[in-house]
């Protein structure tokens, strides 16, 4: 995944969503019945990078799992929109909303912006099983 901007989609201007800071907003869950606590929300447009490992299929109709995963991973966050509309129409740009009860990962997560953050897979030395770390640069 390459290319990580800021995304500012038209419902965060509503008073349902009140600004933090630059590109981060405070709401209600989504997931009803999981958490009454609001969370911290930031949208964040990129492209996939087919030529990267587990990027293979990758299009903003199909965003595969590996980096998604990875990045839920290593930002301990969730997705809260998928933009289906946006991802549908694109051909290149990809868009997304990631979630966190903590304000911390939302701020983490935004040091994606203008970087690529994609997997490299590797062969564990004990069970021959095939694994990835995720790389930012």
Known sequence: MKNFRNYTPEKYSSSDFQKIEEGIYRTKNPYSGISDREIFVTS??????????????????????????????????????????????????????????????????????????????YIDEDDGEEYYNMVME
């Open 44 to 121: 964040l447009s990129f492209e996939m990078e087919p030529e990267c490992y587990g990027e293979e299929d990758a299009s903003p109709r199909n965003l595969t799992q590996v980096p998604i995963e990875g990045i839920l991973d290593e930002f301990s966050l969730f997705v809260t929109d998928f933009y289906d509309s946006l991802n549908e129409t694109s051909e290149i740009t990809c868009y997304q909303e990631f979630g966190s009860f903590d304000l911390s990962n939302i701020q983490k997560l935004r040091m994606l912006i203008g970087k690529r953050f994609y997997a490299v897979p």
